[in-house]
């Protein structure tokens, strides 16, 4: 199965190309769309709750490995640059930029566009993502998106397959109670393999459970590897305790309070010892307070775009995580652009 993020501002053309590519399932902050056919399974994600708050962003691009940016005519503006810079800080690999409404505008236009998309990636993880003009209000140029899709969807597993041998991990998006079995939880295998009647963790709860059994694609299954959709059966929990991003492993850290190396965008106002700022990692997010900065072992209280730092966050809410995880750094109180930068659990 692929999974491909589609983000972009509002009127972009994000939710008719959704309803293109898949039939309408499930809402929330997020809209999930399905197609099936031949054997190619495709859910396509359009983060509809965004730009008004940035978790759907989030969330949409953590459940796929492809997002698909949509430009519509009127060129790139400011929603659509801090989507590039999200991508970009979560050093997102796939992609392809997809211009909307090619229908009502002119060849040369498109051309000029897709020049701009050139210069603006230039040196970021989207540089040389794919640009394809489509009809939102037809299925021109549908078929050709699929193609590409799919394309990428056999680079992506191959790169997963390569996950197979870590230590299992499962990160959950949907939990609910299912009569005569009990708590299932929906989620992705983001490394390793799970197999029925494993014994795990819930994180960061730290609760010991049991899977019950796995299904894929609506099938039952013994096991799954890194990049699997799966369905858990799950003893010794309840739907009540978990959350979407809570994390079945055996080995997490959980904790309120990070010291994080970071690296600032350059296309931020930084921000100071005692402002408030979010962290996102996966499906996880928290509200942190900046308690201490340093740069070249010396404390300071400032932090300028650009730079690199060693901070100290806290905060109150419970995160699982391990040591590879990329922390987003987020200023939901800026307007114009709130990703600020990325960083890792210093060692």
Known sequence: MTSVAIIGSEQSGRTSLASHLGKKEDESDITKFEYSK??????????????????????????SDIALICVPPEGLNATIGECIIALDIMKYQHGIFVLTKSDTTYPYAIEELKEQIKKVTAGTSLEN???????????????????MIFELRDTVTKEKKSLDDKPPRVVIDQVFNVTGIGCVALGSV???????????YLYPLEKPLEIRSIQMHDEDTKSAGAGSRVGLALKHVQTKEIDRGFIISNDESVGTDFTLNCTLTQLTDGFAVGDVLHLFT????????????TSNSNNIEHAKPGYEYLVEFSGTKEIAYNSSDRFIIANLNNDKQRFIGYGFVNA
Request: glycine share 8%; charged share 20%.
């Open 38 to 63: 031949g054997g190619r399974i495709l859910t396509a994600i359009d983060a509809n709750g965004y730009p008004e708050s940035v978790k759907p962003l989030i969330t949409a691009l953590s459940l």
């Open 129 to 147: 993502w794919d640009c394809i003009s489509t009809s939102t209000t037809s299925f021109e140029g549908m078929n050709e998106l699929r193609d």
């Open 190 to 200: 983001s490394q390793g393999t799970i197999h029925s009647k494993d014994k795990m």
């Open 282 to 293: 996966g499906l996880q997010s928290t509200p942190v307070r900046v308690e201490n900065i």
